[in-house]
């Protein structure tokens, strides 16, 4: 079944259509989960994290825009990773005065964060494919060279040449736009 169809179906409620996106992404999601993690997390660790990017998609499925479901299957996961991660690493603030510091840099991160994303979006619509769909897979998927020339016919070495032509074309639009990092 295409993932328009179970989005639609899992947005009016249908958990049989929820197992079958699980049957079906499983396999994807945990692949993420385990290249984003770089072997930090356990097997049950990266299980939990691939239920709870299911479960993140269940609650909020009116969020779904059905034709691009696997996107947002992905991000999910990619944030509840990095979520996890964190969590393992984290440590307590000691005072007030780091506190408020720490979260009025989070949200000038966040903001300066979707700024260039949204540059950065924009600069890999200008290049087009195939080299937008093998920096999507290097740095989105976090697919290694190998991955993505197995996925695309190419040769590695093919794709190892464009990841690297690619970047700089994309450092030079960034540049371009007054993007300076």
């Not at 300066?112 to 494919?129: F, S």
């Not at 190419?154 to 700089?168: A, F």
């Amino acid at each position: 079944m295409d993932n328009e169809m179970l989005a639609g179906r899992i947005m009016k409620n249908d958990e049989s259509a929820l197992e079958e996106l699980i049957d079906k992404y499983t396999p994807l999601i945990s692949t993420i989960v385990y290249n984003i993690s770089k072997g930090e997390l356990s097997a049950a660790d990266i299980e939990e994290v691939t239920s709870d990017t299911f479960i993140t998609l269940w609650y909020n499925r009116q969020n779904i825009q059905p034709d691009k479901l696997k996107g947002y299957l992905c991000c999910i996961a990619k944030n509840k990773t990095k979520d996890k991660l964190k969590s393992l690493y984290r440590h307590p603030v000691t005072s007030i005065e780091e506190m408020e510091f720490e979260d009025s840099m989070k949200v000038s991160e966040e903001i300066e964060n979707k700024v260039i994303t949204e540059a950065l979006r924009e600069a890999l619509d200008i290049i087009g494919d195939p080299e937008r769909e093998i920096i999507i897979r290097h740095y989105y998927y976090y697919q290694s060279s190998t991955e993505i020339a197995e996925k695309t016919g190419m040769n590695k070495e093919t794709v190892k040449s464009k990841i690297k032509r690619t970047r700089e074309k994309l450092k030079k639009l960034l540049f371009e736009r007054g993007y300076t990092s």
